[in-house]
């Protein structure tokens, strides 16, 4: 199995969850913005030219939610509610929380602070941005009032949301107000398989 990687991108949501699983993985390092990732040879693998990509035998996935749903069905049924387990819509909603509520207003912050060159940035779009940043780990705070994990024990959706609201902490969005979602981040990040892909 080989994960198309780079550090602090949501690649590392791949590699925490093979580390959760205990596969075995071979990287494929690149770093953000390095331009063999918009190359002929990547875009051959995948045509975004983004990370993370997961090749596993003939099945190539470059989306993390996809490759998080693929690896956990695959091969942690543990990790993965089915139908017939009282959390199972639950752990739906939040494993599609992230790319869907979370990651867009993400972006546009990334965007606006980071990757335009400062005469093209917009500091209205940046605050904007933060400002859904912050409503929608509201509701994520709310979600995790009495909870240790997003549906029931750990799960892959924590590697996928959980990492989001890693990652929001770390940008700086309003955490002061979050106790629930500061202990949930604190919680995850203590998990020695969230520790490893950090590392790698
Ligand atoms: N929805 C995709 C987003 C993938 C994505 O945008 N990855 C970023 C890193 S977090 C990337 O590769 N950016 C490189 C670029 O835009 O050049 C996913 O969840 O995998």
């Not at 790319?99 to 005469?119: A, H, K, Q």
């Not at 770390?170 to 998990?191: C, K, Q, V």
């Amino acid at each position: 199995m080989k994960v198309y990687f780079a550090p602090n991108t949501r690649a590392v949501r791949t590699v925490w969850l093979l580390e959760e699983i205990g596969l075995t993985y071979e990287l494929e390092r690149f770093a953000l913005g390095q331009k063999e990732m918009r190359g002929p040879d990547y875009l051959h693998i995948n045509p975004n030219g983004r990370v993370p990509t997961l090749v596993d035998g003939d099945v190539t996935l470059s989306e993390s939610t996809a490759i998080a749903q693929y690896l956990g069905a695959r091969y942690a049924p543990d990790l993965t509610p089915g139908p017939e387990d009282a959390h199972f819509a639950q752990y739906l909603q939040w494993l599609h929380y992230a790319e869907g509520m979370i990651m867009p207003p993400v972006n546009n912050y990334v965007v606006e602070t980071i990757l335009l060159p400062p005469e093209r940035r917009t500091p209205e779009i940046a605050t904007r941005a933060m400002k859904l940043i912050n409503r929608t780990l509201g509701a994520a705070e709310a979600h995790m009032a009495g909870r240790a994990f997003l549906a029931g024990d750990f799960t892959v959706a924590d590697t996928i949301t959980g990492h989001a609201v890693i990652m929001c902490r770390r940008m700086g969005a309003a955490f002061d107000g979050l106790p629930n979602l500061s202990a949930y981040a604190d919680r995850l990040e203590s998990r020695p398989a969230f520790q490893a892909a950090e590392a790698v």
